[in-house]
Structures are given as C-alpha cells and as structure tokens.
C-alpha cells in the first residue's frame, strides 16, 4: 500500500490489535496549518496512533518504509503494548519514532537522518528498544 503527498497523516488510526505491514508512507502534511498545533506549523505524520476516547493498543507496526513527512514518522499518543519492528523510516522534521505510552517494543528498525532524532520517548514510561540503526538526526 502506498500511501503519499496527503494533507494530513498517512495513516491516523485507533483501536486495538491493529496491524499496518508492508506500506510505503512519504510526504505526508501540510504545512502552515495552525491547528495542527504542536510548534510544528503543520501537520502530518507518517503513522498516528491516537483515540483518547476508545480503547487502543496491541498495534503491530512492521516491514514499512516511512519518509519525508511534514512531522515525525511513527507516533504513539495513546495505547500500549504495540511492537514495532523491521521498519526503515527516515528523513522526517521530527524524530523518527516518538513514544508517549508504555509498554511498547521497538526493535530491528533502521531510522535514520529525521531531524529530531531517532526514537524519542516523550513522557516517563517502561519501553523496550533493542537492535534499532540510528543514524543522523538531533
């Protein structure tokens, strides 16, 4: 599945034991869209994990190549308990992968050059990260 050149997020998905494999994610967002908040002046993730409303969690992001979005490749708001892994995700304005949720299993991805960093875990919480390329970024 090839997701590209949207105005907002590739994907933006809640709900429990989901699945995204195998997706070519780039150029999502806009840019000077204020309502996106967030410092960004824009929006667009590659991958959102988010519904603070609903149950979410148990997400299995794998074997997908995420680049070039206006913000950030992968990012888990709410939830827990997902497992990323074998993921190439690169060239993004903010870091790779941010985390905001506990549980979570990061391994075998390869990210490199976002420019916030690779793997960024914004709130104190318990992740495995293990066997990740870092390369480039903040």
């Known amino acids: ?3 590209h050149d949207n105005d907002s997020h590739g994907f933006y998905v809640g709900g429990r034991n989901v699945l ?3 997706s070519r ?3 999502a967002g806009l840019r000077d869209v204020p309502w996106c908040g967030g410092g960004f002046k824009g929006c667009g993730y590659g ?3 988010r519904k603070p409303d ?3 969690g148990n997400f299995v992001i794998r074997n997908n190549v995420i680049y070039d979005n206006f913000v950030g490749g992968i990012v888990l708001v709410h939830g827990g308990g ?3 892994y074998n993921n190439v995700i690169y060239g993004n304005k903010s870091a790779g992968i941010i985390v905001g949720t506990g549980g979570n299993k990061i391994f075998n991805n390869t990210i490199v050059n976002n420019e916030q960093g690779g793997i960024y875990v ?3 919480v318990s992740i495995e990260v293990r066997n990740n390329i870092i390369v ?3």
């Open 20 to 22: 995204i494999e195998g």
């Open 1 to 3: 599945l090839n997701i």
């Open 47 to 49: 991958i959102q994990v």
């Open 54 to 56: 609903k149950p979410v």
């Open 136 to 138: 480039g970024g903040a």
């Open 25 to 27: 994610i780039y150029r």
């Open 122 to 124: 914004n709130t104190p």
């Open 82 to 84: 997902d497992l990323i």
